[in-house]
Antibody, heavy 118, light 109 residues
C-alpha cells in the first residue's frame, strides 16, 4: 500500500526558511515522478513543483520566483522541498503527491502545515 | 498560470445527475488529454476520481464520468448520493506544466 508521510512543517517568521521532507513506502519510489501541492486553509489546490523519477527534470510554479527548491533521494525513498524567503501567503498545507502517470495525482500524503507569521 | 475556471457551487437531489464544468484555454485543456478530477471531503486529503479526461481509477464508482470538448472539461455524477457531497477540483497539464481548477462545492439537497 502506498504511504507518503510529510514532515518539517511549522511556524516560521516572514523571510525565514523551512525544509519539508516526505518519506515514501509501499511502492518503487525511483519509478515515479513526484510533486508538491499546497492548499491554504479553506482554499483551493495549488501546484508547487514537480520532479522526474531520476531528478533530472524539475519544474516550478511561476509564482514561486525561485524561492523553492525540490529534490529527491531515491536511495532513501525521500522527497524534499527547500523553502526560502517565506511569506505570509506561503501559509498552507503542503502535500507530497505521486504522479501515477498521465498527470494523474494518485497518491497523497496527509500533508504538513506551514504557517508564516510574525 | 491562471487557474482553470469552475462554478463555485453545484447542487442536486439524491438520485439526480449533476455536471461540473472546468474551463481552460487552448494552452491547457484544449491542448492535452490530461484532465483529472479530485474529490475532497472536509478535513480530508484529495482523492483522484478521473484521469486522462474519462478514465476511472480502480475502486471509483462508475457513477463518476468525465468528458472534454474544446477548452472545457466536465465531470458528471449520476445517481447523486449523500456521500458525494464534497469539493471537486479539476486539473490539467499546461504549457507551463500544471494547473488546478478553482474548485466546486457539491451539495446534496
Amino acid at each position: 500500500q502506498v504511504h507518503l508521510v510529510e514532515s518539517g512543517g511549522g511556524l516560521v517568521k516572514p523571510g525565514e526558511s523551512l525544509r519539508l521532507s516526505c518519506e515514501a513506502s509501499g511502492f518503487t519510489f525511483s519509478d515515479y515522478f513526484m510533486n508538491w501541492i499546497r492548499q491554504a486553509p479553506g482554499k483551493g489546490l495549488e501546484w508547487v513543483s514537480y520532479i522526474s523519477s531520476s531528478g533530472r527534470a524539475i519544474y516550478y510554479a511561476d509564482s514561486l520566483k525561485g524561492r523553492f527548491t525540490i529534490s529527491r533521494d531515491n536511495a532513501k525513498n525521500s522527497l524534499f522541498l527547500q523553502m526560502n524567503s517565506l511569506r505570509a501567503d506561503d501559509t498552507a498545507f503542503y502535500y507530497c503527491v505521486r504522479d501515477g502517470g498521465g498527470w494523474s495525482l494518485d497518491s497523497w500524503g496527509q500533508g504538513t502545515l506551514v504557517t508564516v507569521s510574525s | 498560470q491562471s487557474a482553470l475556471t469552475q462554478p463555485a457551487s453545484v447542487s442536486g437531489s439524491p438520485g439526480q445527475s449533476i455536471t461540473i464544468s472546468c474551463t481552460g484555454t487552448r494552452n491547457d485543456i484544449g491542448a492535452y488529454n490530461y484532465v483529472s478530477w479530485y474529490q475532497q471531503h472536509p478535513g480530508k486529503v484529495p482523492k483522484l476520481m478521473i484521469y486522462e479526461v474519462n478514465n476511472r481509477p480502480s475502486g471509483v464508482s462508475n457513477r463518476f464520468s468525465g468528458s472534454k470538448s474544446g477548452n472545457t472539461a466536465s465531470l458528471t455524477i449520476s445517481g447523486l448520493q449523500a456521500e458525494d457531497e464534497a469539493d471537486y477540483f479539476c486539473s490539467s497539464c499546461t504549457t507551463n506544466y500544471f494547473v488546478f481548477g478553482t474548485g466546486t462545492k457539491v451539495t446534496v439537497l
